[in-house]
Every structure is written in C-alpha cells, then in structure tokens.
Nanobody
C-alpha cells in the first residue's frame, strides 16, 4: 500500500495550491474507511499535523493556524484526498505529507514541497 502526494510548488504569498494524495494498493473499502491526514515539516522543525478527514467525509479537522484557509476533502472513487490551500503565507512553507494509520502501522508518502515566497 502506498500514498503519493503531488501538487506542491512555488507560490507567492496570498496564492493558492491544491495538493493531491493518491492511494494505491488499497481496496476501495479499505481506503474509504481510512482516516487520512496531512502533516507538514518545515526546515529545521518537527512534523506538524495540518488537517485530517475521517471515513465520513463530512467530518474534518484542521489545526488553528490554517483554519479558514485550508480545506481537506476526499474522493473515494478516485482513492484520493485533497488539501486545498488558499491565502498561503510564508510560514506555510514546508514539505507536506499525507498519512494514514499510527505507530508501526503508519503509511506515509514521500511528500511534496510547498514554498511560499515572493
């Protein structure tokens, strides 16, 4: 089972990006029932939980620093979770990862770099 992120890049402050996380090797039922989260790691800092979505796609949570700017969503038919990021700030610069599971059972992708700079 694998998660692959895409959609990162260089964007100016105030801009937008949409990240995608595509799952492979999951059955439809396994993916659709899995909670998926986005985490990020800025240079020299630890991992920070950003947003999460449970199997019921109406239930989402985001950390306070991105509330009102970031939205997490999922398309189970496409085995994909999205992170729509608006009004980006320089402090959002980080490598973004999607992940599922916990501890030794965690599956995390290789990440996609987001750089917010003028």
């Amino acid at each position: 089972m694998q998660l692959v992120e895409s959609g990162g890049g260089l964007v100016q402050p105030g801009g937008s990006l949409r990240l995608s996380c595509v799952a492979s090797g999951f059955t439809f039922s396994a993916f659709s029932s899995a909670g998926i989260r986005w985490v990020r790691q800025a240079p020299g800092k630890g991992l920070e939980w950003v947003c999460g979505i449970v199997s019921d796609e109406r239930i989402t949570r985001c950390t306070d620093s991105v509330k009102g700017r970031f939205t997490i969503s999922r398309d189970n038919a496409k085995n994909t979770v999205y992170l729509q990021m608006n009004s980006l700030k320089s402090e959002d610069t980080a490598r973004y990862y999607c992940a599922t599971g916990v501890g030794s059972g965690e599956i995390r992708g290789q990440g996609t770099q987001v750089t917010v700079s003028s």
